[in-house]
T-cell receptor
Framework: DAGVIQSPRHEVTEMGQEVTLRCKPI?????LFWYRQTMMRGLELLIY????????DSGMPEDRFSAKMPNASFSTLKIQPSEPRDSAVYFC?????????????FGPGTRLTVL | GIQVEQSPPDLILQEGANSTLRCNFS?????LQWFHQNPWGQLINLFY???GTKQNGRLSATTVATERYSLLYISSSQTTDSGVYFC??????????FGAGTRLFVKA
């Protein structure tokens, strides 16, 4: 299996621009998680999906952030408009969640820089 | 929500030394996962361990859920072990909380 795939790996954009991050979970996994990592706040869970349905988006920092999972093999995290404080590494993870089992596997991350 | 405390926060080892990292958590858990974030930022699964002890090469982990802690043992440390070690205790739902991690540097 190729593991969790994220694209792009690096993104540099200017303040005010729209940014879209992409994630392909491991085939067969039914849960997907988006995380953000910064020096100041560490790793934070932004949102998670189960069977393509958003379960909890309480970690999403602002309305500028939105996430979708149109099917079991694809998810996006969008920031519109982007701000310099959004600069961080964004990780996607997936897992098989069943009967208490929920081992997560992480993608390589997208390093976002907003100028 | 569950609180996660990892210790020590920072650790410097001479190559070849052994070490124990600790993860304390405040609530009952039904599972726990250890990760290594290497210096390139990749998050690598080490163990998925609800209870008992597991071993993988030079690394082993023990979780005592009834006492709300888990330990990660690193034996004969190597420079490639450097990075940050995180534990995630799972309480049964989907929400995951990362601790601050233990930052390890292994000197050659």
């Amino acid at each position: 299996d190729a593991g969790v795939i994220q694209s792009p790996r690096h993104e540099v954009t200017e303040m005010g621009q729209e940014v879209t991050l992409r994630c392909k979970p491991i085939s067969g996994h039914n849960s997907l998680f988006w995380y953000r990592q910064t020096m100041m706040r560490g790793l934070e869970l932004l949102i998670y999906f189960n069977n393509n349905v958003p379960i909890d988006d309480s970690g999403m920092p602002e309305d500028r952030f939105s996430a979708k999972m149109p099917n079991a093999s694809f998810s996006t995290l969008k920031i519109q408009p982007s701000e310099p404080r959004d600069s961080a590494v964004y990780f996607c993870a997936s897992s098989i969640t069943s009967g208490g089992y929920n081992e997560q596997f992480f993608g390589p991350g997208t390093r976002l820089t907003v100028l | 929500g569950i609180q996660v405390e990892q210790s020590p926060p920072d650790l410097i080892l001479q190559e070849g030394a052994n070490s124990t990292l600790r993860c304390n958590f405040s609530d009952s858990v039904n599972n726990l996962q250890w990760f290594h974030q290497n210096p390139w930022g990749q998050l690598i699964n080490l163990f998925y361990i609800p209870s008992g002890t597991k071993q993988n090469g030079r690394l082993s982990a023990t979780t005592v859920a009834t006492e709300r802690y888990s330990l990660l043992y690193i034996s004969s440390s190597q420079t490639t072990d450097s990075g940050v070690y995180f534990c995630i205790p799972y309480t049964g739902g989907f929400k995951t909380i990362f601790g601050a991690g233990t930052r390890l540097f292994v000197k050659a």
